[in-house]
């Protein structure tokens, strides 16, 4: 139907239009007759006026080609606009390039669909303020804090490190070893044991408790002699206003001064700790002949030593040197002696003492006083021949004599020894009498 009005309308408007063609020639024609009629009874026709009569004819057909070609125009647009199809203004070639399976799919599929834009959420503002940009939010001060937390940890362990090293390093005690190691004999099982306890207490300055060692062992073994070499060193290290000798028969030989002893060594360990804080150092007492220790003096050690007691009480160490289970160690030593293989070093065989003679010392002595209860007890064991020869070797070589192994042997036997036993010859007086012989020569 919409092509059959479609030509309709067309032939229409082609009538109209040859309709006014026609009018306008036949006009045109007219006013050529007229003019040639008026002529006529003129004289014959001139040169101008076939001139005017040709460009008349040449005019009409000009118009006559622009009107057509209107025509033509104004048709196939009027066409495009009814049936819309594109107008015949050039040829094309067909291609299957835009075509579009328009059949086959449904009316709103061929409608071009635009893409779906995603709305932004405004932002409301109250009707009276004005609009502000969002607040930026605030970073957590926790992060940074807890960056300052690990700065100051890695610092404070840092610096832990440095003092285990400066305070090692303080008190010299590499230089202690190599001197009890070249200067006691036979008891280097104990010189190691002592050197660990020292070495794990002088590593750092904060304790929770005083470092107390009670050494015991039988006359001779060398237990003053040690007491003497650690005093010296200290000395040397920290000073000797902060290293205290104390004899019990010399500073208190008499019961009945016990109290006022007592009293007056608890005034000097309460100033040289005093001081020791001030200066950052941890002083040394070492206590010989404790078995003839008072008990008022044992009572006034006990409170200076427990853990209760300020900072710079807990910063000493408590040395002590008695022979009290002496016989406990001798009754271990001649009785073990054949089950100590030759092989053993002095460490293996002192760990072995250790560990069998500590539990039955411990019993016996807290039996004697409490104080024993705070100390690391360490025994020491009987020396041996060989032990008495480097005694008088050293001795001899100290007093300027020619050091003579025959001379050695021969004063060597003339100390008192126990049966030996498993071939061990144990001394009954150890290196005591070793000082007594070398001034007779």
């Known amino acids: 139907m919409s092509d059959r009005d479609s030509s309709i309308s067309a032939s229409q408007t082609e009538g109209e239009f040859e309709g006014e063609m026609d009018e306008e020639l036949e006009g045109d024609t007219e006013m050529e007759e007229e003019k040639s009629e008026n002529g006529r009874g003129s004289p014959a026709p001139s040169l101008s006026n076939i001139s005017s009569t040709l460009r008349a004819v040449i005019r009409i057909k000009q118009k006559y080609q ?17 049936t819309g199809a594109p107008g015949r203004t050039s040829p094309k070639i067909f291609t299957f390039d835009g075509f579009t399976p328009t059949a086959f799919s449904s009316p709103s599929s061929s409608i071009p669909q635009r893409k779906k834009r995603r709305k932004k ?3 409301l503002f109250p009707e009276g303020g004005r609009r502000r940009a969002a607040p930026k939010q605030d970073r957590s001060r926790a992060k940074y804090c807890l960056y300052l937390l690990f700065a100051i940890v890695f610092l404070q362990v840092y610096n832990a490190i440095e003092n ?14 190599k001197t009890l190691r070249r200067e006691v004999f036979g008891q280097q099982g104990a010189v190691e044991s002592l050197l660990s306890h020292l070495k ?21 073994v060398g237990k003053s002699h040690l007491g003497r070499l650690l005093a010296g060193h200290f000395r040397s290290v920290v000073g000797d206003t902060l290293v205290l000798q104390y004899y019990v028969l010399h500073h208190c030989p008499q019961e009945a001064n016990a109290l006022q002893c007592a009293s007056d060594l608890s005034a000097l360990i309460s100033e040289m700790v005093e001081r020791a804080e001030e200066e950052e150092k941890i002083p040394l007492f070492i206590f010989d002949e404790a078995e003839h220790m008072h008990h008022e003096i044992l009572d006034t ?23 009290l289970g002496h016989a406990h160690i001798t009754k271990h030593m001649l ?9 053993m070093t002095a460490s293996g065989r002192h760990s072995n003492l250790v560990k069998e003679l500590t539990p039955i010392l411990r019993s016996m002595l807290e039996e004697l006083h409490p104080l024993w209860t705070e100390a690391d007890i360490l025994p020491l064991s009987l020396l041996e021949k060989g032990h008495v020869m480097e005694c008088f070797l050293d001795e001899i070589t100290r007093e ?6 025959a001379n050695i042997e021969r004063l060597a036997g003339e100390i008192e ?3 030996a036993v498993g071939g061990h010859e144990y001394s009954q007086t150890g290196c005591k009498q070793v000082v007594a012989k070398v001034n007779l020569l």
């Open 301 to 323: 050690l006990l409170q200076l030593v427990s853990s209760n007691q300020s900072n710079e009480y807990l910063n000493a160490i408590y040395l002590f040197l008695s022979n």
């Open 417 to 419: 020894y126990y049966p």
């Open 164 to 177: 285990l090293d400066d305070h090692v390093l303080r008190y010299d005690l590499e230089g202690l070893e």
């Open 121 to 123: 959420k405004r932002v």
């Open 200 to 220: 794990d207490y002088l590593s750092t300055y904060v304790h929770n408790k005083p470092l107390v060692v009670s050494l015991h062992g039988p006359t001779g």
């Open 400 to 405: 300027g004599f020619y050091p003579d192994h």
């Open 335 to 343: 009785h073990n002696s054949s089950s100590i293989s030759m092989a």
């Open 66 to 82: 622009a009107m057509k070609k209107r025509r033509q125009e104004m048709a196939l647009g009027g066409q495009c606009a009814l």
